[in-house]
């Protein structure tokens, strides 16, 4: 249970737990109210050796701790109606009425921020695209052309022509005509 209403009360040993199990706020044996963190005290009424017995959410509005009958610690409160006391998973304890808090504890802790979201790795450059093969180019044949001095001409070695026969399905490199159109492979 994490809220008392108003007429509710702790008993000694009782307490309210957030919603969340974090926090606990209990009313000691040596007549302290606390609320505690994994039990850690982080708040107390300072009413130790008090004897409080008793620590009630009145319907005047006041959160009050009694050794029987006489108030040892009080809220400050009276003239609220509605009010409720609620152990927050904040770590706040808070008496309010409706929307108005009227009293807390002063405790609350901030959420802790979310992990941060890695950083993509950065993707791995590209590749170098591979150099374009250079375009095949046509040649037409002029009177006198050899195989030979085409291959020089395209190629700065005469010894390719053989590519270029082979790219035109020349079988007979001495046979080529003027006007002839060759592919030169790159």
């Known amino acids: 249970m994490s809220t008392l209403q108003s007429g509710q009360s702790l008993a000694i040993g009782q307490e309210l737990k957030s919603d969340n199990g974090s926090y606990a706020l209990t009313l000691q044996e040596d007549g302290n109210l606390v609320l505690s963190e994994d039990g850690r005290a982080v708040w107390a009424a300072g009413t130790n050796g008090s ?22 610690w009080a809220s400050q409160t009276s003239g609220n109606e509605g009010v409720s ?4 998973d904040d770590r706040n304890v808070v008496l309010s009425a409706g929307d108005r808090i009227l009293w807390s504890t002063d405790t609350a802790v901030a959420a802790p921020a979310p992990e941060p979201t890695p950083e993509p790795a950065p993707a791995a450059p590209e590749p170098e695209p591979a150099p ?8 037409t044949v002029e009177g006198g052309d050899t195989l ?26 001495d046979l080529i005509n003027a006007g002839q159109v060759l592919t030169i492979p790159a």
């Open 51 to 72: 004897g409080a017995n008793r620590a009630d959410v009145q319907a005047d509005g006041n959160f009050v701790l009694y050794k029987d009958g006489d108030a040892v």
């Open 85 to 88: 006391l609620s152990v927050q």
């Open 132 to 139: 374009a093969a250079p375009a095949a180019q046509t040649y």
């Open 148 to 173: 030979w001095a085409i291959a020089e001409r395209f190629y700065g070695d005469g010894n390719q022509y053989q590519r270029i026969a082979d790219a035109n399905g020349i079988a007979n490199p």
